[in-house]
């Protein structure tokens, strides 16, 4: 039902963007759009942090030169909205975030208008050349939030060209001698060669036992169960933050954190792959800090809503098959979610997450409809237009399947596939960072934006909109 009704929605949405872009790109056309004037600014912003020499894109699009002979794959993928990598479906659900990348339509005319008009370099004088960065960066610090307080890296691992996937598991210090809230984390791979490795990387949480509010115990994640008492095993690990492929950083919820205290240690989860060549690497974790007397009132967990109702021995995809699975995760408190990160494998094709409220209500939170294993985008929702539910709140999560030859990222559509850590095996859950409320703080947050997806529309402002 799910996939019928927001498939067909989808289509309805691109063919509304076929009818309005291009008319969109023919206004453009009115005066010459170049690369120099008009395209670069766009690239600089949205696209060089990936397509510049050294980087994870597979061409640089830095300058004219690099740019012109991908002219024509560029209008494809900017108008069918693959890249840049935001895979949302901006019709349904949350649509503010704090780390949008896509890009506008205006933008998305102008890039198709100059490809359409020649793909002109214009005046070079227009040019303004962005810094290409020399080495790694943090994304985080790229978006205007300064450089990380701490930065922790884990011992690094050779992982031969031809290999078995492995997974190395060593431990850090966390270098705080006195408790401090997180405001936002990031991990990156220790060195640009590392990218071509790491799958993931999860950062769990070793606790003082003066911590223990650390531990997430507000979500019951159904029948994901590997062991008789492992319903919450996943949920209630703590963690400060889950990194893979082409993922940013996690921003909390402001007014929310994690706290660290001395003592405690970072324990590294962090598949690695052969890619056909010897690589040493890993990863680092950034943490920025709340300042001293800023110290928030919250805590945000990071969770796994799975997409699995019987557990992960119900993954059962068959060979060249559209396969479907869901799983219900119960919020036993009154629950703000901040960001929806989809987390698949290869044959990952899109995600519903959905709320069931206790009155059989049910409201789309967020669809992700064209995943991308290389981006495991992490869409944070802006702070007034994050979710609040309230505890009963069923979060049912769909996840499709694509196991056949027409999926370019599938290595062989011939093989059962089922869960699994390894890349070629199967995944289905979404990361999500969420804040539990008192009874008291559920009121006044839903007095203030409304309850459930309102997208930051006060309730008041919202009811003369519907009598409109």
Request: net charge negative; charged share 20%; aromatic share 10%.
């Amino acid at each position: 039902m799910f996939g019928s009704k927001l498939h067909l929605g989808a289509g309805i949405l691109a063919l509304g963007a076929s009818f309005a872009l291009p008319s969109a790109a023919a206004a453009q056309q009115a005066r010459q759009v170049t690369f120099s004037k008009d395209v670069a600014p766009i690239f600089q912003a949205k696209c060089q942090s990936c397509h510049e020499p050294g980087s994870i894109g597979p061409m640089s699009l830095v300058t004219y030169q690099d740019a012109r002979p991908w002219a024509r794959s560029i209008k494809q993928r900017v108008e069918s909205r693959q890249m840049p990598p935001w895979h949302i479906d901006r019709s349904v659900g949350v649509k503010k975030f704090k780390n949008d990348m896509s890009l506008t339509d205006e933008q998305v005319a102008t890039v198709v208008a100059w490809v359409d008009g020649g793909a002109l370099e214009g005046n070079p004088a227009d040019f303004k050349a962005k810094p290409v960065a020399t080495d790694l960066f943090w994304m985080g610090e790229r978006d205007g939030y300064g450089p990380p307080d701490i930065v922790i890296k884990a011992p690094e691992q050779t992982m031969p060209a031809v290999h078995q996937d492995e997974w190395w598991r060593p431990v850090n210090d966390i270098p705080v001698t006195e408790p401090r809230w997180v405001r936002m984390v990031e991990i990156r791979p220790s060195n640009v060669q590392s990218r071509k490795i790491l799958h993931h990387s999860i950062a769990y949480h070793i606790l003082n036992p003066d911590n223990a509010g650390a531990v997430n115990t507000g979500v019951s994640t159904g029948g994901f169960a590997l062991g008789a008492d492992a319903v919450n095993t996943v949920t209630m690990r703590p963690q400060l933050m889950e990194w893979a492929i082409g993922k940013g950083y996690d921003r909390y919820l402001e007014g929310t954190g994690k706290l660290i205290m001395p003592g405690e240690k970072i324990s590294w989860d962090q598949h690695i792959h052969a890619a056909g060549e010897a690589i040493t690497g890993g990863s680092e974790l950034g943490l920025w800090l709340y300042p001293k007397g800023q110290e928030p009132t919250k805590r945000s967990y990071l969770t796994f809503f799975s997409g699995l109702k019987a557990g992960a021995a119900g993954l059962d995809i068959p060979p060249n098959s559209i396969a479907e699975s869901e799983g219900f995760n119960i919020l036993r408190e009154n629950t703000i979610m901040t960001n929806f990160q989809p987390h698949f494998h290869l044959r990952g094709k899109a995600m519903l997450v959905e709320a069931i409220f206790p009155d059989g209500r049910t409201q789309t939170v967020s669809y992700v409809k064209d995943f991308n294993f290389n981006w495991m985008t992490n869409y944070i929702y802006a702070d007034d237009a994050a979710p609040v539910f309230p505890k009963g709140t069923i979060i049912h999560v769909v996840a499709w399947y694509d196991n056949t030859k027409a999926n370019k990222s599938n290595p062989d559509p011939e093989q059962w596939v089922g869960w699994g850590d390894r890349t070629v095996d199967e995944m289905c859950h979404a990361w999500i960072n969420v804040v539990y409320l008192t009874d008291e703080e559920y009121k006044e947050r839903v007095a203030k934006y409304g309850e459930g997806v309102t997208n930051g529309i006060k309730p008041q402002s919202r009811t003369q909109q519907q009598q409109q």
